[in-house]
């Protein structure tokens, strides 16, 4: 079984661009959240989508939006890059939306920007 | 609200130690707690998880964990260290129920093993 695959692995952006990051779950898995690891801040949970809803969002200005479409791909974007977005950006996927249900992590997309 | 705290940012073994990696947890209702490891340049695996049935929880890799609520801890152990053991490991909240999967995250402890 395919895990969870994020594109590009790799990004370098410039400050006030905009940015968007993929994410494809696990096949049958309809949850989808986001998070942002960075040396200062450690793990932080930026949103969930579940059957292309957002459900649950983390404390982000709203630079930050994501989307999921009908098949569980989900898109995170980010509107005037600030070079305190640098970051590693993970997704993970599970089958439902407790925490009862394993989330499977892809190994991230990593956002420079300069 | 929740928080996790993970004591020790670095904790260095020799190979074949034990390994203790300690986290409190801050939690209002009663918490699901996650321990996950990552190594360089990849995702998060999940190394065990409590739902509140065992206290005691074996998970992956000869790794343990006891929840202990009276302490309102949830520590990390293995018998013997392996080389293969160094990574960063992070101890994770979330609320039971709660109809969402948002996690929050300790800061993590990396874990060195020398020979």
């Known amino acids: 079984k395919a895990g969870v695959t994020q594109t590009p692995r790799y990004l370098i952006k410039t400050r006030g661009q905009q940015v968007t990051l993929s994410c494809s779950p696990i096949s049958g898995h309809r949850s989808v959240s986001w998070y942002q690891q960075t040396p200062g801040q450690g793990l932080q949970f930026l949103f969930e989508?579940?059957?292309?809803?957002?459900?649950n969002k983390g404390n982000f200005p709203g630079r930050f939006s994501g989307r999921q479409f009908s098949n569980s791909r989900s898109e995170m974007n980010v509107s005037t890059l600030e070079l305190g977005d640098s970051a590693l950006y993970l997704c993970?996927?599970?089958?439902?939306?407790?925490?009862?249900?394993?989330?499977?992590f892809g190994p991230g997309t990593r956002l420079t920007v300069t | 609200a929740q928080s996790v705290t993970q004591l020790g940012s670095h904790v260095s073994v020799s190979e074949g130690a034990l390994v203790l990696l300690r986290c409190n947890y801050s939690s209002s209702v009663p918490p699901y707690l996650f321990w996950y490891v990552q190594y360089p340049n990849q995702g998060l695996q999940l190394l065990l998880k409590y739902t509140s049935a065992a206290t005691l929880v074996k998970g992956i890799n000869g790794f343990e964990a006891e929840f202990k609520k009276s302490e309102t801890s949830f520590h990390l152990t293995k018998p013997s260290a392996h080389m293969s053991d160094a990574a960063e490991y992070f101890c994770a909240v979330s609320l039971q129920g709660g109809g969402y999967n948002k996690l929050i995250f300790g800061a993590g402890t990396r874990l060195a093993v020398h020979p």
């Open positions: 993970a996927s599970s089958l439902g939306t407790t925490a009862l249900y394993e989330q499977y």
């Open positions: 989508y579940f059957s292309e809803t957002q459900r």
